[in-house]
């Protein structure tokens, strides 16, 4: 089913809020429209997530809590009241779908194709794609192909009797979609719509040209790391891989024998993806608290143990390269976002293993400084992808009644003969 309308309303509010909900952490970002300029970013703000485990919601209350705690601080931090947010779906949580239909236009002889039978298709594309228990968040028509022999990005006006199109869905299960907008409910607010994080980030983190030349996205989360293929402003390919951050949190908390917490604090401080022998090598060591005193742990050891976890995530990345067939289209090269990819030296291992240039995402607004803006591209794009969507909606005006009855004549015309 398509995601409903939750919010219909026509709304010129001055203040957009994207809420990611991410299994590590929850993350929060304000845009506010100005005349006649870019949005400008108004604040950021990121909070432990809590009752949220395993892509799904182990513990309504404290996830609400932790909803709650995040846009409250926010809003004290910038001035700004909140009603309502834009709700991220992250990549572990959405699942993609590639679908087609065919619908005969005509019985005999050959029609024009209309705005009618695009929407037509486009209906049943998405009633084949997804499972009764699922909700369509994006909808990305790849192609349409006019009596199997005549492929177009808009086959409206052309001639034909028979019309195929092939859809890339991203949907996620409906359950999971109502508790996480309860949570968000029962911190205080409403979901104004979701839309999927991964793609959110792309429009910030891309420029237009990118996505016009071919760029891949890749948005390193919690457990999954997403890959998103982007040609002709459009998304053409996604795919997720099973390695991100946790992973490496993970490896250094069993090498080491610490708790997940004091883990990923190392991992922030002092980690580094290399395949470099001599950092590897490295003799400086670091003091670990423990009960029974402190640790002394060399940098080199945590280097070494992370690098298994490395390899294998840049091994997926090349294999999801050759399944895609994108390779060759990159000319805008690999750009990273989400904070697993704020590692150092994780950009240059997977430039060294795909020689494409890769590099870390960076918000393509005008703002005042952001640290690690990647890793905040999510909140920000979701404001921002929702600012697009609503925030600039102007009445129409309507046409004078001639004009629209001409326009409705042309319309049946083409449509019948």
């Known amino acids: ?59 309504l209350s404290e996830l609400a809590e ?7 601080e926010l809003m004290k931090k910038t001035g700004v009241k909140l009603k309502d947010v834009f709700l991220g779906i992250n990549g572990e949580l959405g699942e993609q779908r590639l679908s087609q239909a065919v619908i005969p236009l005509t019985e005999r002889g050959s029609k024009i194709i209309g705005q009618r039978d695009i929407q037509k298709i486009q209906r049943h594309a998405r009633l084949l794609g997804i499972k009764m228990d699922e909700i369509i968040l994006h909808d990305f028509p790849q192609f349409y192909r006019v009596d199997d022999v005549n492929t177009a990005l808009n086959p409206v006006g052309l001639h034909g009797r028979k019309l195929e199109i092939q859809s890339l ?36 983190a891309l420029t237009r040209e990118q996505k016009k030349q071919g760029c891949l996205l890749l948005d390193m989360g919690d457990r999954s790391t997403v890959f998103l293929f982007f040609k002709d402003d459009s998304l053409k390919y996604m795919s997720k891989i099973p390695i991100a951050g946790k992973h490496v949190t993970e490896k250094i908390a069993g090498q080491l024998n610490l708790p997940i917490g004091l883990a990923e604090d190392i991992k922030k401080s002092y980690a580094l993806a290399t395949t470099d022998p001599e950092v590897m090598a490295l003799e400086e060591e670091i003091l670990l608290k423990r009960e029974e005193g402190y640790m002394p742990v060399k940098k080199g050891i945590i280097n070494e143990g992370i690098q ?14 050759k399944i895609s067939g994108v390779i060759q289209q990159l000319q805008g090269g690999i750009v990273m976002v989400g904070g697993g990819a704020m590692l150092p030296g994780l950009p240059e291992c997977i430039e060294e293993a795909t020689h494409l240039p890769v590099r870390i995402g960076k918000i393509q607004m005008e703002m005042k400084r952001l640290h690690h803006s990647a890793k905040y591209a999510s909140a920000v794009g979701l404001a921002y992808i929702g600012l697009e969507k609503h925030g600039r909606t102007k009445p129409a005006v309507e046409k004078p009644w001639p004009q629209r009855v001409s326009h409705k004549m042309r319309e049946l015309y083409q449509e019948y003969f």
């Open 1 to 59: 089913m398509k995601i409903p309308d939750l919010f219909p309303r026509i709304l010129n509010e001055k203040y957009f809020c994207g809420l990611d909900i991410g299994g590590e952490s929850i993350k929060a970002a304000i845009l506010e429209i100005q005349e006649n300029a870019p949005p400008n970013l108004v604040g950021v703000y990121q909070t432990p997530t809590k009752g949220f485990q395993n892509s799904s919601v182990s513990d």
């Open 66 to 72: 932790s909803i709650h705690l995040t846009l409250s």
């Open 169 to 204: 869905l991203i949907v996620i299960r409906d359950t999971l979609l109502k508790n996480l907008i309860k949570a968000v409910n029962q911190a205080g607010f409403d979901v104004r719509e979701p839309f999927y994080t991964s793609y959110a980030s792309a429009h910030v």
């Open 308 to 321: 298994p976890i490395i390899a294998q995530l840049v091994a997926e990345i090349q294999k999801e390269l």
